[in-house]
Structure formats: C-alpha cells, structure tokens
C-alpha cells in the first residue's frame, strides 16, 4: 500500500526563490502535519490540518510560510523569499484522525537547500 | 526551551545486549509518550507508545517504561540487533490534540 510520499525529494533554490513543497498523505487520512526537521534536531511542527483547514498552525515561524489543502488529501507548504536558515529537511505526516492515540505516518522528506 | 530531552546524542551497544534510551520533559500536561525510529533518508517510523495513566508497555523486543513523579520514560531493547542501529526519538503531546512536541534523537549503533 501506499505511504505517505513527498515531492520533490531534494530542492536546491537562491535565496530569495519562492518554493513549493508537496505532500500527498495515505489514502483517507483527514489529519495531516508538516514538520522541519533541522541537522542534529528532532522534527519541529509547523502546521496541522484536519481536513480542509488549518486546525493549528502556531508553529509556522512567519508569514513567509504558508500551507493549503484545499481538497483535504494533498497538501503544498509554501516558502516565499527564502533565506538560507530556511534550509532543512521538511517532513509531513499523516494520520486517520486527530486522536491524541492515532500514530502519525511520516513521508520520507523534502531536503530543502537555500543557497 | 526544549520541552522533551534526550540527553545522550549517541549510544552505542554490543549485539545482543540491552540499548537503553533515556528521555526526559518538562511539561507536566503532556499525557501521551512516544518513540519513532528513523533511518537515513527515511522518515521517522512509529515504534511504540504509552499513555501516562500507564507506567510500562511492552511490544516484543521493545518496552518503555514511563517515570511521572520525575517526568523520566525510557525505551529499553532487548536484545539489541544491527538492524536496531537507527536514530530515536521521543515525541510527548497532550490529552486532547495538542502537537506532538519531539526531542533531539538519539542515535543507536548496534555493534555486531
């Protein structure tokens, strides 16, 4: 069966660049998480979907960040004027509900490079 | 301020014997506990969990046991095996959907 895949799996963009990162969750799933994992940490939340809407997104670090799912499968995490911090793995994560007991299934990553 | 600690950055054990990984917290809300593994270029993958009304969940070769009082879990594998070399993490969150807050991993050699 199919997991949780991310598209693409590497992006090297300038400084500056406006980004798209994909997530298509696995089948069904209404919840769904984008994480930023940077080098030596664990993955740091960004941003939750229940469905259509962003039930919380207190984790997004500014308004240059911004992420849909307008048909509540897909979601697209958007970077505009990217800076170099902005540089690290982006994970999403899927799960059948929002229950505090459902395991959350990862995608394998967006290595993000801002040069 | 890190809410969930794992002191140990790395660790490394002979085959066959017991990995022990330690993780701390500091948020006396959180009520739920768990370990994901992630190898390389991969994501993290669900290991095991346990609810804080709870003080040990065991699943085959892995157990965590969960300290309250001192808001200490700890994931114990026995016996330890190869495949077992990974990155750990433990994640917290709280009762109702609340975000799952991870710490730093540790990472597990497995020495053959």
């Known amino acids: 069966g199919a997991g949780v895949s991310q598209t693409p799996s590497n992006k090297v963009t300038e400084k500056g660049k406006y980004v798209e990162l994909r997530c298509d969750p696995i089948s069904g799933h209404t919840a769904l998480y984008w994480y930023r994992q940077s080098l030596g940490q664990g993955p740091e939340f960004l941003i939750y979907?229940?469905?259509?809407?962003?039930?919380?997104d207190s984790g997004l670090p500014n308004d240059r960040f911004f992420a849909v799912r307008p048909e509540g499968s897909v979601s697209t995490l958007k970077i505009q004027r990217t800076e170099r911090g902005d540089s690290a793995v982006y994970l999403c994560?899927?799960?059948?509900?929002?229950?505090?007991?459902?395991?959350?299934?990862f995608g394998p990553g967006t290595r993000l490079t801002v040069l | 301020d890190q809410q969930v600690k794992q002191n140990s950055p790395s660790l490394s054990v002979q085959e066959g014997r017991i990995s022990i990984l330690n993780c701390d917290y500091t948020n006396s809300m959180f009520d739920y506990f768990l370990w994901y593994k992630k190898y390389p270029a991969e994501g993290p993958t669900f290991l095991i969990s346990?609810?804080?009304?709870?003080d040990k969940n065991e699943d085959g070769r892995f157990t965590v046991f969960l300290n309250k009082s001192a808001k200490h879990l700890s994931l114990h594998i026995v016996p330890s095996q190869p495949g077992d070399s990974a990155v750990y993490f433990c994640a917290a969150r709280g009762t109702s959907y609340d975000k799952v807050i991870f710490g730093p991993g540790t990472s597990l050699s497995v020495i053959p």
């Open positions: 994560a899927s799960a059948p509900t929002s229950a505090s007991t459902d395991t959350q299934y």
């Open positions: 346990i609810s804080s009304i709870k």
């Open positions: 979907f229940q469905g259509t809407g962003a039930a919380d």
